[in-house]
């Protein structure tokens, strides 16, 4: 059972700094990727990699309060659908709002589970006490997302994934990794993958 005072601490960090660093990183990634309102970003986050320790040994509640909030209001405002990724002990399973999982196609595989900071992860346990109407995911596929931390969420990406290096690259002394998606390539050495405007000319006349 997760020690609440433990998950519940004060912590040295500077919370609006960490803030101001998930809102530079979630500002890049979006305007990069040329994710748009109606898709879906998929985050992972690791509070003890922002604290500066090993991922999954020092919970905060506190920090993710702070990075959740940041990420989540500037995602928001863009009208596009916030999918935290849960740690390994839920199979990395998604927390969504339940508008997104109807969106999506997805609310006939809508999971039951309640993530807490030692069984799913202090961000995605912000996620389900913060939206109107949270439901679990076991799997999703998402449009772009950031990894903080080292979490991997290539699971619940859309293929193909792309990386995305960014500037703005860490929260707290975790590392940020992006990653933006693109539809398959498909045909072989005769096949073109950008519109021909003069054969669109032609044919449109």
């Keep these: 059972m997760t020690n609440k005072e433990d998950v519940y601490r004060t912590t040295t960090l ?3 700094k960490i803030a101001s660093q998930a809102r530079a990183c979630i500002n890049e990634i979006v305007e990069a990727s040329g994710i748009s309102k109606g898709q879906v970003f998929v985050v992972g986050c690791s509070t003890s990699e922002i604290c500066g320790d090993m991922i999954g040994s020092n919970s905060s509640l506190e920090v993710a309060k702070a990075v959740f909030g940041a990420i989540y209001d500037e995602l928001n405002q863009k009208g596009i659908y916030l999918a935290s990724q849960c740690c390994e002990h839920l199979n990395r399973a998604i927390i ?3 508008e997104c999982a109807v969106s999506i196609g997805m609310k006939d595989h809508i999971a039951c589970v309640v993530p ?3 069984a799913g992860g202090s961000f995605a346990t912000c996620a389900y006490y913060t939206f109107k109407e949270p439901v679990a995911l076991e799997e999703i596929q998402a449009d772009a997302g950031i990894d903080i931390g080292g979490t991997l969420i ?4 859309k293929r193909v994934a792309v990386p995305v ?3 703005n690259n860490k929260i707290g002394s975790a590392n940020v990794l992006a990653a933006r ?4 390539y498909i045909g072989g050495e005769r096949a073109i993958y950008e519109s021909d405007e003069d054969m669109k000319k032609r044919i449109l006349g």
């Excluded at 290539?154 to 990406?157: E, H, R």
């Excluded at 998606?181 to 398959?184: A, D, I, Q, V």
């Design 14 to 16: 500077d919370l609006d």
């Design 96 to 98: 969504v709002e339940k």
């Design 116 to 118: 807490q900071p030692k």
């Design 154 to 157: 290539g699971m619940n990406l």
């Design 165 to 167: 290096k960014l500037t």
């Design 181 to 184: 998606t693109r539809p398959k």
